[in-house]
């Protein structure tokens, strides 16, 4: 959902992003006083208005906010910090400075305009105490390196598993449909063939689900280069999977509609990028090569990049499958991705799914007891750690 | 009255107010749009550019603009002073001169001022 703009009210009691608020509040600890006096308020305002629009724009916009925050809070109060330095440096053009007399403590009282309190200053005392108590500053230091470090380290598991981008288009819109028991969630089924034009038929239009699209893992034997090879990781598609998922092969191109034939299996294919790099040595001349898997003659037309993490990483080759009804192959087998409209609700989504549930047991009774469910993309990935990685991080 | 070019941030944030005094996120917004999405202020650094400006006596706090629908009492409201608009006036006219000058001189491709209508 786009941000309103021209809303003015500070109130912001939708956003959950609290902690946020406090850590801004932190952060703006920072600044001299004299700015915080003159400012603050109006800097916590237009914060909470920032943050409500990323927070509106979804969780990785929010994320993206919070490190851009950060980032503008410390050059901001550098920024203000270096002006006063300068000002303070400059020659004094009136006898507002104080005359030197005795070194007295340091009070909140202090003239914030006078040369106390300037950066240059803070930095000298600061170096004086440090070397005066030096068990201090080496504990200091370690804690502070330690600190880093930790931080570091952290942050770079959250970025890999939480925050990087995923290899594909809008990933947030996308989620992986579950068919799963009622009373055991955990326990899921694949679908059939012929529950897949019952779907598209409640989906259409409906709970914000723009597109459904279709897989199914299999194996392939790879003939006609020597030894006969088993090929693991393979992923039959249907015609809308990779327009649906929005990635675009670093060789050739992706597989489409066109590629579809019905009831069968298609008579092209795309490499993942790993095992074209592997097998074929990052062959560019692969493309229009023709292999044969499982006795079928195939041309390859693309090689698709590695890091799609979906349905699993590594996969080593795609493959255009016609869903034939008749044939038992498929039967629980085939799994689902949905891409909802932005904004849409993945519960009320799931909820469109579920009402096909009496007509999905008709076509065979072993669905009875079920239930769908959306996870979302980066959910499917992380899974139950997300809490804690969250937690980790904050 | 600067002797230089001024910062494009600042020159922002003057354009920003010219039309009408704004709050704070209004006026980031306001950049924002006005910049096509290339000038991003948040507030650390828009209050340190403001305080900064207003030091420069180019900006002042004030009442909230004629917009009605846009008033918001409980905020502080920014714009230009006379010198700030001189000062805007003076870096448009500098602009303008040394776009005039690139084009005549035809030192960029394409942008020779013939796109221009």
Redesign the interface.
Same mark, same amino acid.
Not at chain 2, 45 to 51: K, S
């Given at each position: 959902m786009k941000a309103p *703009?021209?809303h003015?009210?500070?109130s912001a009691g939708e956003d959950p992003s609290t902690y946020l608020e406090r850590a801004f509040q932190l952060?703006l600890r920072l600044y001299p006083a004299a700015?915080r006096r003159? *400012?603050g308020r109006?800097?916590?305002?237009?914060?909470r208005?920032?943050a409500r629009d990323a927070h509106r724009a979804g969780r990785i916009a929010l994320w993206g906010f919070a490190a851009?925050?950060a980032a503008?809070?410390?050059?901001?109060?550098l920024?203000?910090h270096l002006?006063r330095a300068s000002r303070a440096l400059a020659p004094a053009p009136t006898a507002a400075t104080p005359a030197p007399g005795p070194r007295r403590p340091f009070s909140r009282h202090d003239n914030e305009a006078s040369t106390m309190t300037t950066l240059p200053h803070d930095l000298t005392v600061a170096a004086r105490r440090l070397r005066s108590s030096p068990a201090f500053t080496l504990v200091a230091t370690l804690t502070l390196a330690l600190g880093i470090g930790a931080n570091t380290a952290i942050f770079s598991v959250v970025y890999g598993v939480l925050l990087r981008p995923l290899g594909v288009a809008d990933a947030e819109g996308l989620a992986q449909v579950r068919l799963h028991r009622v009373d055991v969630p955990a326990e899921s089924m694949g679908l059939w063939p012929r529950h897949l034009d019952i779907l598209e038929g409640a989906a259409e239009g409906r709970g914000g689900i723009e597109r459904l699209t279709t897989y199914a893992h299999e194996t392939v034997t790879l003939e006609g280069q020597g030894r006969a090879e088993e090929v693991g990781n393979v992923v039959m598609v249907d015609g809308d999977f990779f327009p649906t998922l929005g990635v675009e092969p670093i060789l050739g191109r992706a597989l489409g509609p066109a590629d579809i034939q019905p009831d069968r299996r298609g008579d092209v294919a795309v490499l993942g990028e790993a095992w074209w790099r592997q097998r074929f040595g990052a062959d560019r001349s692969i493309l229009g090569r023709t292999l044969i898997f499982d006795g079928q003659p195939v041309v390859v037309v693309g090689v698709m990049p590695g890091g799609i993490p979906m349905p699993q990483n590594g996969v080593q080759l795609w493959m255009p499958q016609g869903w034939d009804p008749e044939d038992p192959t498929f039967y629980g087998r085939l799994g689902m991705l949905a891409r909802l409209e932005p904004g849409a609700d993945p519960g009320l989504a799931a909820e469109v799914l579920a009402g096909t549930i009496p007509e999905l047991t008709e076509v065979h009774p072993r669905i009875k007891g079920y239930t769908f469910a959306l996870r979302g993309f980066r959910e499917t990935l992380v899974g139950s750690s997300r809490p804690t990685l969250l937690a980790v991080a904050a | 009255m600067p002797s230089t070019a001024l910062r494009p941030t600042d020159f922002h944030v003057l354009l920003g107010l010219a039309r009408e005094p704004l709050? $704070?996120? @209004?006026l980031?917004?306001r950049i924002e749009?006005e910049s096509e999405g290339r000038v @991003?202020l948040?507030? $650390?650094?828009?209050?340190?550019?403001?305080?900064?400006l207003e030091e420069k006596s180019w900006v002042r706090q004030t009442e909230p603009g004629a917009a009605p629908?846009?008033?918001?009492q @409980?905020?502080?409201y920014f714009e230009l002073t006379a010198d700030g608009r001189r000062v805007l006036d003076e870096e448009t006219r500098r602009l303008e001169r040394l776009l005039r000058s690139v084009r005549a001189r035809r030192l960029l491709d394409g942008h020779d001022g013939g796109a221009t209508p």
């Open positions: *703009y021209h003015t009210g500070d952060g700015h003159s *400012y109006e800097m916590l305002r237009d914060f208005l920032f851009a925050a503008d809070l410390l050059s901001g109060a920024r203000c002006r | 709050h $704070g996120y @209004r980031a917004r749009q @991003r948040l507030p $650390g650094n828009l209050y340190a550019i403001l305080a900064r629908e846009d008033h918001d @409980r905020r502080r």
